[in-house]
Structure formats: C-alpha cells, structure tokens
C-alpha cells in the first residue's frame, strides 16, 4: 500500500514536471515550405529558397516577415547565379513581423526596416534595408532604400499566412532587386540603417502594378521603430532579436534540467 501511495505521489511529480517542460518548451519552428504548399503560385519563389538555402535562415529565426514573389514575376531573377539570387531573396526577408493590420497602422508616410540581406557582411549602400511606403490612395509598397525614388517598387497584395508575432508571409507583386547586388562580392561591415527613408519627388507616381495611381503627398521620413506588437518596427530590431534569441536558449536549457530531474525521478520510483 505504502508503494502504491509513493508510486501515484512520483507520477503525479512527474506529470507536473513534465508539464511545465512542454510549457517553457519554445513553440514548434515555423516551415516556410510548407506554409507556401499551400499556394501554388508561389511554387518558383518557394523552390528557390530551398535551392539558396534562404529556407533554411527562415526556419532558424523568429519574428520575421516574408514578401513572397508569385511565379508570374519571378522571371526576373532566373539569369542571376544561385549566389545572387540568394542575396536577392535575403532582402524579402523582414527582420521583423508586419502583418496586413500592423503594414496599415504605420503612421508614418515611411519606414525603413532591415531585411535578413544585412546580416550578410557584403550589404553596401542601404542595400540591406527597405523603404515600407504608404501612398494617397491607401496602397502600401516595398522599395529598396538603395533606391532613390518610388521607382521600382514592389505593392503589397495580401497576406499568405500568419502566426503572430513569429512569423508573417506576405503576397508582393513583383521581385526587389536593389541596384549593385550582383556587384558585391568582398566582405564588410554591415551599413548602418538610413537616417531617413530616400526622398521621393511629390509628383512621382505610385508603383505601377496596381491599375490606379497616386502619389506621395509629402516627402516621408522613416518611423520610429517599435516592438513587435506595435505599430511599427524597423532597423534597431536587431538587438532585440538577439535577446529574443538569447531568452529562448535560456528557456530550452531550463526546460531541459526540468526534464532530467523528472526521467530521475520516474527511473527512482521504478526501481
């Protein structure tokens, strides 16, 4: 009886133990394949980032927005070496999470934000950084801040897939490529973000993907960055993604003992 009365005291210990193991347990890593099976008109922009392993620099990262290219404007990029297009999809990664709610409350005509491309070492001339603008006429566009006015840019569409505030995919209409990538083959420090967004001319007209045009009605200045489940984030984020980092590693570590002291345990009353 005495046995019995230790063993159901151990198991119920253990299945506390276990419990807050699973809870201090970093939730399931995303899989950007897999939220792009679902949407096959993204089937080129998702077998390229498996072929640069741009796929795998995902996966290991948390809070961060993808701009997902459909087939339809992907042909843009299929004469580049595997090298360059890898650089070239670095930068439709977004260090940060934006999702269609957080894109809209921006309250500034513009924000710059840094792309995955940054952290590369050989981002020269703002290349690793975009410009999120915000036209008259409500549409929202990625511009490469290597880029000096509103032309090239790329709309934004809709959204894919969400999962606040780890990871958000993005619909674009068409491939960001900023000018000089292909040339950059030395490593250097990473430039530092813009002070302000690239000044574009009142008169410039909106991207032209869309079938209306509008234009910016003031010269925009980068918004202030903020944290992930405010309304807008941008270049500095990269230390809080370190931290972000570094509390997950101590969590998995103490989820870790957590779980040693309760196979101890069980191992114990089974002896």
Do not use: C, W
């Amino acid at each position: 009886m005495t046995t019995q009365v230790i063993s159901m005291a151990t198991l119920s210990i253990l299945h506390l133990l276990l419990t807050t193991t699973l809870l201090m347990v970093p939730s399931m890593a995303h899989n950007i394949a897999l939220l792009l099976d679902d949407v096959p008109n993204f089937s080129n922009f998702n077998s390229l980032l498996s072929e640069t392993k741009v796929a795998d620099e995902i996966n290991r990262l948390n809070t961060i927005t993808v701009l997902a290219v459909p087939n339809s404007a992907m042909s843009s990029v299929a004469a580049y070496p595997v090298e360059v297009k890898r650089r070239i999809l670095s930068v439709h990664v977004i260090l940060d999470y934006y999702d269609p709610n957080k894109l809209h409350t921006l309250t500034n005509r513009s924000t710059i934000v840094t792309t995955l491309f940054q952290s590369s070492g050989i981002a020269e001339n703002n290349t690793g950084y975009l410009n999120v603008a915000k036209f008259d006429d409500g549409r929202i566009a990625f511009i490469s801040a290597a880029i000096t006015n509103a032309t090239p840019s790329s709309n934004f569409l809709g959204s894919i897939a969400a999962r606040p505030y780890n990871i958000s995919v993005l619909h674009v209409g068409a491939i960001i490529v900023p000018p000089g990538i292909d040339r950059l083959n030395h490593a250097t420090f990473p430039s530092p973000p813009p002070s302000k967004a690239p000044t574009m001319s009142p008169t410039t007209k909106a991207p032209t993907i869309a079938p209306t045009t509008g234009s910016l009605a003031e010269s925009p200045v980068a918004d202030v960055p903020r944290n992930s489940s405010g309304a807008g984030a941008g270049a500095t984020n990269t230390a809080d993604d370190k931290d972000d980092k570094s509390e997950t590693s101590r969590l998995a570590t103490k989820a870790g003992h957590l779980l040693v002291v309760a196979l101890l345990i069980a191992f114990i009353s089974l002896s």
